[in-house]
C-alpha cells in the first residue's frame, strides 16, 4: 500500500509522506489548526494528474454515442438490405409463377407446317422428314439473345396427324398420331415395345396407352385399318406396344388423349397414338397433305434449387424483368427472321419439304406484364412499412441525441460564457460524433452485405442517406440549446407562435399529401414514389398533432375532479400527465407511428387473404371442383359418380340480341345466364342465384313462339319488368318476369363463365337469368340456330383432390375433357404464394424491428425526464407517500400517453388505406371482378394495442427500477445539472 501512494506521490511530483505525517498533512496539521493553516495546507498538498479532458469528454459520451450508434447502425442496415432482399424476393416469386404455369401448358411454341417433298419425276432429291425437322427446328428455336442465356432448355417438338377412323374392335374411334421427342423408353411400357420404321410400304406401328388399350379391346401385333376422317389417310397400322401412363410426365399433362380415351357423346370416341419419327414421312408419301410441327420450349428455371435462385436473382427487380421481357421480344423476332435464313432458298424449303413460315406463341410476356402489376402494389405496401421503421429510428435517433445534449449541457454553456459561439459548439458536436456515425455506417452496411445471399453489392447511397441524418441530428439539436433567445415574455410569445405555424404546417402538408395522392395516383411504380411513402409519415404527424391539442384538457378537467377526492396521487397524475404532454411529441410520434403501421400491415395483409378467398370462390363458383371447357360429356359423367360428390349443378352462358316486342327498341349483346335452380338450391341454399327456381316452365304465346321467363339484373336497367323481348334465336321470345336480388347478379356460381378476370356480370351489358330447362327447351326448338355459348359443372360435397383427379384423369389446360380446378389444391397454391408471403414476411419483420426501437425511445425519454420524476418523488416520500405509491406515480403517468398512442395508431392504421385511395389497388393483389372490401383482423388489432399498452408499461416498469435506486437525498440537491 505505502509503495502504491509512494509511486501516486512521486508522479505528482511531491514528497512521500507516511504514517501520521501524512494524515496531519491531509487534514491541516490536526484537529486544531486554523482555517487559514488548513487552507495552506491543502494549496500545498501534491495533487493526483488528472486524465487528459478529451478521455472525460469521451468517458460521458460514452453510453449515448453507443446508442446513437447501434441506431445508425440498424437504420444503414435497413435501408442498405431492404431493396435487395425485396427485389430477390420478387424474383423467387416470378419464377415460382413461371414454374407453376409450364406445368400446365407450353408457354413459348413456334409452329410450322411442312407440306409434300419437293422432288424429282423419278423421286430423287427426297430427304427424311426427321432430318429437316432437326434442321428447322434449330432455325425456329436459335437467336436467344444474352438476356436468356442459360434460360431456355434444349426445344422438344412434337408431330400430331390429325384423327382418322380406326374400326377397333369395341367401336370406331377417331384416331390422332403422335410423334414426339419426349415419347419413353422400353421401361415406360406396360407391355410391348415403342414404334420403330417399318419403311416406306410397311404397316405403320403404333403405341397406345393401357387405358386406349382397354376401351378399344387392342392387343399387341393387331393390324388395323385408319381410313379418312378429317385426315386423307388410307393406311394399314399394328399395334406394337401399351403405355404406363404417368399423370406427372408433361407429356401426359400435354396430350391427355394418349392417357386416356374421350368416349363417344354422339360420334366416335377419340384417342391418340404414337409413332416413330420415320412413319412421318410413310404417312406424307399416302395421301397425307401436310403435317404440322409444333417446338415447345420451356425457361428453365425452377428445374433445381440452384437454378431457381440463379433465375430469382437474374429477374430480381424492374430491370430485371424488364430485361427478360426484352429478350423475350428479341429472341421471338431472332426466331421469325433465323427461320428459313440457312436454306438459302426464297420458296422456304428444307431438305425436300416445303415450310410455311412459323407461328409463334409467348405467354410468358403476359405472365411477366401481370406480375409487374401485382408486384407494384405489393411492393408499394412494403415500402409503407419499411417507411414507418425508418421514420421510428429516426425519431429514437433525436430522442437519443435530447439525451446527450442533456448530459453535457452545463459544459457547452459555460463555453457559450467563456466566448465560444453557438455553431462553434455544434461544429464540435458534430467532428465528435462523426466517427462513430462513419462506423456505424460501415457496421451497418457490412452486416447487411453479409445478409443478402450470392455476395450482391447494393448501393450504399441509402444507407449514407440515413446516417447522415441521424449525424446531423446532435449537432443540430446542440445548436437549438446553446443559441441566443430572446428573455422573458418575448421569448415565450414566439415559441407558442413556432408551435402553432409548425402544427399548422403539419396538418396543411398531410391534407396536401392526401389529396395529390388521390387526385394525381402515383408517379410510376407506387414503391419509388416519395409521396406514397411520404404521405404516411405526414398523416402519423398530423394525428400526433391532433393527439397534443385534444387529450390534455380532458385530463386537466380530470384533475379538477380528483382535486376533490383524498389523496394527492390522482391529481397529481393527470396533471403532470396533461402539462407534460407537448413534451412528449416524439414517445407519442414513436407509439403512433409503430402501432399504425402494425395494425395497416394486418388490415392490408387481411384484405389481400379474404380477396384471394373470394377470387377463389369466383374462379371455383363457390363449389369444391368446378369443369370448364368439357367437349363433351365424359368428364362430367364420370365426376359425377366420383366418390363424395353430393352434387352437381350446371351453368351456362350465352348472348344474345333484344329487341322489345313493345317500342322495338333494341339492347346489343345481353348476357343470357341459366342455372338449374332446384340444384343450386340444394346445393348452396344461401345463393341468391337460386331464385330461378320459381320461374316456372317456358310457355308458347299465340304465334306459338316459345317465351323464356327471365330474371333482370346487372347494373344497366334497360331491360325492364314485365316486357317480352325478341331474341337472336327464331322462335324464341324471353319475357322478364321480375328483377334480381342485390347479389345475385354476381353470385359466385357464375364466376367460372366470366373468368379470374372477366368483367362482373351485367357491369357493361343486360344481364339476364334463365333456368336450364328453359334454356335447353331452346336448344331444342331452334338447336341449329341456338349458339352453344360456355358452360360448366359445379361439384358439391366432400370429395378428396385424390378422387376427382382419378375420375377424371385426362382434363387439363387445352384437353377435350376440359380443364378441373379444385378448390383444396388452389386455395393451397394461393398459401404458399411468393407475392403474399412478402408481405406477411416484411410486415412481421418491420412491426418487430419498430417495437424495439419504440421501446428504446421510450427508454431514452424517460431518462430525460428522470432527474424531474425523482426529484418529485422524493418530495412526496418525505411527505409521506409510500413506496407503492411511489412507484404507482410513475407507471400511472404513463397510462394517459399509452392510451391516446394506442387511439391514434388504431385510426392512423385503419384509415391509412382510405387515404392513400388509388395509390393502394389492393385488387391487383387479389384478383376478381371487383375490389375487394376492407377485412381488418380484429384479433391482431386487438393483440397489437395490448401490446403497445404492454410495451409501455415495460418502459415504465424499468424506469421505476431505475428511479427506485436513485438515493433520495441526490434527488433533492439543486443547483447542479446530473
Not at 409444333?294 to 435462385?309: C, G, H, I, N, S
Not at 446531423?472 to 428573455?487: E, I, K, S
Not at 350465352?654 to 342455372?675: F, I, N
Not at 331474341?727 to 363463365?753: C, I, K, M, N
Request: with cysteine.
Amino acid at each position: 500500500m505505502r509503495g502504491w501512494r509512494r509511486w501516486r506521490t512521486e508522479r505528482a511530483g511531491g514528497p512521500v509522506r507516511t504514517g501520521k505525517t501524512a494524515g496531519t498533512a491531509a487534514t491541516g496539521q490536526g484537529s486544531g489548526a486554523s482555517g487559514a493553516d488548513r487552507r495552506a495546507a491543502s494549496d500545498q498538498a501534491p495533487r493526483p494528474a488528472l486524465r487528459p479532458r478529451a478521455w472525460r469528454e469521451a468517458r460521458a459520451d460514452l453510453p449515448a454515442f453507443a446508442c446513437l450508434g447501434v441506431l445508425v447502425a440498424v437504420l444503414a442496415a435497413v435501408a442498405t438490405a431492404a431493396p435487395p432482399l425485396l427485389d430477390l424476393a420478387a424474383g423467387r416469386a416470378l419464377v415460382d409463377r413461371i414454374a407453376a404455369a409450364q406445368d400446365e401448358r407450353p408457354l413459348l411454341t413456334r409452329t410450322v407446317t411442312f407440306g409434300q417433298p419437293v422432288t424429282g419425276p423419278s423421286g430423287e432429291g427426297s430427304t427424311r422428314l426427321a432430318d429437316d425437322l432437326e434442321q428447322a427446328g434449330h432455325d425456329v428455336t436459335t437467336g436467344s439473345p444474352d438476356a436468356l442465356d442459360g434460360l431456355l432448355g434444349k426445344p422438344g417438338h412434337q408431330v400430331l396427324v390429325p384423327a382418322a377412323t380406326l374400326d377397333a374392335p369395341r367401336g370406331t374411334a377417331a384416331l390422332s398420331l403422335l410423334h414426339t421427342t419426349e415419347a419413353p423408353g422400353p421401361a415406360g411400357y406396360a407391355a410391348g415395345r415403342p414404334p420403330r420404321d417399318t419403311g416406306p410400304d410397311g404397316p405403320v406401328e403404333i403405341a397406345v396407352s393401357t387405358r386406349t388399350r382397354d376401351a378399344l379391346g387392342l392387343r399387341l401385333g393387331q393390324e388395323l385399318a385408319l381410313t379418312p376422317r378429317v385426315a386423307q389417310l388410307d393406311t394399314p397400322v399394328v399395334v406394337t406396344g401399351f403405355l404406363r401412363p404417368d399423370p406427372a410426365a408433361r407429356l401426359w399433362r400435354g396430350n391427355p388423349l394418349l392417357a386416356v380415351p374421350l368416349p363417344a357423346d354422339r360420334g366416335p370416341a377419340e384417342a391418340q397414338a404414337l409413332i416413330a419419327p420415320g412413319a412421318l414421312d410413310a404417312l406424307l408419301a399416302r395421301g397425307l397433305p401436310q403435317l404440322t410441327v409444333e417446338w415447345r420450349l420451356r425457361l428453365e428455371v425452377a428445374e433445381t434449387d440452384e437454378d431457381r435462385d440463379e433465375a430469382a436473382a437474374r429477374f430480381a427487380g424492374d430491370d430485371g424483368r424488364a430485361a427478360l421481357i426484352r429478350g423475350l421480344a428479341a429472341y421471338d423476332r431472332a426466331s421469325a427472321d433465323n427461320f428459313c435464313a440457312t436454306t438459302g432458298n426464297p420458296l422456304c424449303i428444307y431438305g425436300s419439304h416445303h415450310a410455311e413460315r412459323p407461328t409463334r406463341t409467348d405467354e410468358v410476356q403476359p405472365l411477366v406484364r401481370d406480375f409487374d402489376a401485382e408486384w407494384d402494389q405489393a411492393a408499394t405496401v412494403v415500402s409503407l412499412a419499411l417507411a414507418s421503421v425508418v421514420g421510428v429510428g429516426l425519431a429514437a435517433v433525436l430522442v437519443t441525441a435530447r439525451l446527450a445534449v442533456r448530459r453535457r449541457l452545463g459544459e457547452h454553456r459555460l463555453r457559450r460564457a467563456r466566448g465560444a459561439s453557438a455553431p462553434g459548439v455544434a461544429l464540435s458536436r458534430a467532428a465528435q460524433y462523426a466517427p462513430v456515425a462513419g462506423a456505424a455506417l460501415a457496421a451497418g452496411y457490412a452486416g447487411a452485405r453479409l445478409a443478402l445471399p450470392g455476395g450482391a453489392a447494393p448501393s450504399v447511397w441509402p444507407a449514407a442517406a440515413v446516417a447522415g441524418a441521424a449525424w446531423l441530428a446532435l449537432p443540430a439539436l446542440t445548436w437549438a440549446a446553446v443559441r441566443d433567445r430572446r428573455p422573458g415574455p418575448r421569448r415565450r410569445r414566439g415559441s407558442t407562435g413556432r408551435r402553432l405555424t409548425a402544427e399548422a404546417a403539419v396538418l396543411l402538408l398531410a391534407g396536401a399529401g392526401v389529396w395529390a395522392l388521390r387526385v394525381r395516383g402515383t408517379a410510376g411504380s407506387g414503391a419509388s414514389d416519395p409521396l406514397v411513402a411520404g404521405a404516411p409519415l405526414l398523416c402519423g404527424l398530423a394525428v400526433v398533432v391532433l393527439l397534443i391539442r385534444a387529450y390534455p384538457p380532458p385530463l386537466r378537467l380530470l384533475a379538477r375532479l380528483a382535486a376533490r377526492r383524498r389523496g394527492p396521487l390522482g391529481l397529481l397524475v393527470l396533471s403532470r400527465a396533461a402539462r407534460d404532454a407537448p413534451a412528449a411529441v416524439l414517445a407519442l410520434l414513436v407509439l403512433v407511428a409503430t402501432l399504425g403501421a402494425a395494425v395497416f400491415g394486418g388490415l392490408v395483409t387481411g384484405t389481400v387473404e379474404e380477396g384471394r378467398r373470394d377470387a377463389l370462390e369466383w374462379r371455383t363458383g363457390g363449389a369444391d371442383a368446378v369443369l370448364t371447357d368439357a367437349a363433351g360429356p365424359a368428364a362430367d359423367e364420370a365426376l359425377r359418380r366420383a366418390p363424395g360428390v353430393a352434387e352437381a349443378v350446371r351453368v351456362r352462358l350465352v348472348r344474345t340480341d333484344l329487341t322489345s316486342a313493345v317500342t322495338g327498341l333494341g339492347q346489343r349483346g345481353a348476357d343470357v345466364l341459366a342455372v338449374d335452380g332446384a340444384a343450386l338450391r340444394r346445393a348452396d341454399p344461401g345463393s341468391a342465384a337460386a331464385a330461378v327456381a320459381g320461374l316456372g316452365a317456358p310457355r308458347r304465346d299465340g304465334a306459338g313462339r316459345l317465351v323464356l321467363p327471365v330474371l333482370a339484373g346487372g347494373e344497366r336497367g334497360e331491360v325492364r319488368t314485365g316486357e317480352t323481348y325478341e331474341t337472336e334465336w327464331p322462335g324464341v321470345r324471353v319475357r322478364v318476369a321480375g328483377r334480381l336480388a342485390g347479389g345475385a347478379a354476381r353470385d359466385a356460381a357464375f364466376g367460372p363463365l366470366y373468368g379470374a378476370s372477366g368483367a362482373a356480370p351485367g357491369a357493361d351489358r343486360p344481364l339476364l337469368l334463365a333456368d336450364t330447362a328453359a334454356l335447353a327447351a331452346a336448344d331444342r326448338e331452334r338447336a341449329a340456330d341456338t349458339p352453344r355459348g360456355t358452360a360448366a359443372v359445379l361439384y358439391y360435397g366432400t370429395a378428396t383432390p385424390a378422387a376427382l383427379r382419378a375420375a377424371a384423369p385426362g382434363t387439363g389446360y387445352g384437353s377435350p375433357y376440359g380443364e378441373l380446378l379444385i378448390t383444396a389444391e388452389e386455395r393451397a397454391a394461393d398459401r404458399d404464394d411468393g407475392v403474399l408471403g412478402a408481405i406477411r414476411g416484411a410486415h412481421a419483420v418491420c412491426a418487430a424491428l419498430a417495437a424495439a426501437l419504440a421501446l428504446l425511445t421510450l427508454l431514452v425519454e424517460l431518462l430525460l425526464s428522470a432527474p424531474e420524476r425523482a426529484r418529485t418523488t422524493a418530495y412526496l416520500r418525505l411527505l409521506g407517500l409510500g413506496r407503492r405509491g411511489a412507484t404507482a406515480l410513475g407507471v400511472l403517468q404513463l397510462a394517459p400517453l399509452a392510451l391516446a398512442a394506442a387511439a391514434g395508431g388504431l385510426v392512423l392504421g385503419l384509415a391509412l388505406p382510405a387515404a392513400l385511395g388509388p395509390a393502394l389497388d389492393l385488387q391487383a393483389l387479389t384478383g376478381g371482378p371487383t375490389a375487394p372490401s376492407r377485412h381488418p383482423d380484429l384479433l391482431l388489432t386487438a393483440a397489437l394495442t395490448l401490446g403497445l399498452l404492454a410495451l409501455v408499461a415495460a418502459a415504465a416498469a424499468a424506469d421505476a427500477v431505475t428511479t427506485r435506486r436513485t438515493r433520495r437525498l441526490t434527488a433533492l440537491r439543486v443547483g447542479e445539472d446530473r
